[in-house]
């Protein structure tokens, strides 16, 4: 069992939700917008509710497959009911034990950095979990190590978002501030009930800076497809 004060907040939300409670949402807390909410229906969406750039993405998958994030498990069980090898990685205990209670087969319960071992023909970052390296100067590493984990000739498939429309002005140009900082990179904290993360770091990229970035530690890029709202799904190979 959880305890109250394990900051577990993905993992206590959605077993709350798992369990009956289909009300259960997360309190998103930025430094650049206003309070939000996330339902924990949304995590476990089906494939028929996901994004369009989503399910483009998801079928430009093969061989084996480690979904990283994989949260309640929804990509993973899509494709391990298509017949795919899927391992299915989160740090949150919570959420592996609601991936197992859903029936996913592969579970580790591992931060990325942290897992190594095996290779993957396919490696999955949906849901913006490219932006799990907290900010640009850290994504090259997370990069080099996602490279140790993919078989030759292997892919990583991720989705992020052009953070510029909160910048836009009245006639559609982007007033982007200057500074040291990145405008994607962000500080949230996450909320439910009376768990409360630590203030934490993540980032959203724009294609165009991703490319950039991928050809430094020698990967090529493929975009896949465009969301509704400057979102985006793309593949490094």
Not at 43 to 59: G, I, N, S, V
Request: net charge negative; proline share 3%.
């Amino acid at each position: 069992m959880l305890k109250k004060n394990n900051k577990d907040v993905y993992g206590q939300c959605c077993l709350d939700y798992l369990n009956g409670d289909k009300t259960a949402k997360i309190l998103v807390h930025s430094n650049i917008a206003e309070t939000d909410e996330l339902p924990a229906s949304y995590l476990f969406r089906p494939y028929e509710e996901m994004p369009f750039h989503e399910k483009k993405a998801l079928r430009l998958v093969r061989g084996n497959i480690l979904d990283v994030g994989a949260c309640a498990g929804s990509h993973a069980l899509y494709l391990q009911g298509l017949g795919y090898d899927v391992t299915a990685l989160d740090a949150s205990a919570g959420c592996c034990d609601v991936m197992q209670k859903r029936g996913v087969k592969n579970i580790v319960c591992s931060e990325i950095l942290e897992y190594s071992g095996k290779e993957y023909d396919t490696i999955l970052l949906i849901m913006n979990g490219i932006g799990i390296s907290g900010t640009l100067a850290n994504l090259p590493c997370l990069l080099d190590h996602l490279k140790t984990l993919l078989k030759t000739g292997g892919k990583i498939i991720f989705d992020s978002s052009d953070l510029q429309y909160l910048y836009l002005e009245e006639d559609g140009s982007a007033c982007i501030p200057l500074g040291d900082t990145y405008y994607g990179e962000l500080e949230y904290y996450l909320e439910y009930k009376e768990l409360k993360t630590d203030p934490f770091k993540w980032v959203f990229i724009d294609p165009y800076t991703m490319e950039a970035i991928a050809k430094e530690v020698n990967f090529q890029m493929q975009f896949i497809a465009q969301g509704k709202h400057y979102d985006y799904s793309a593949c490094l190979y």
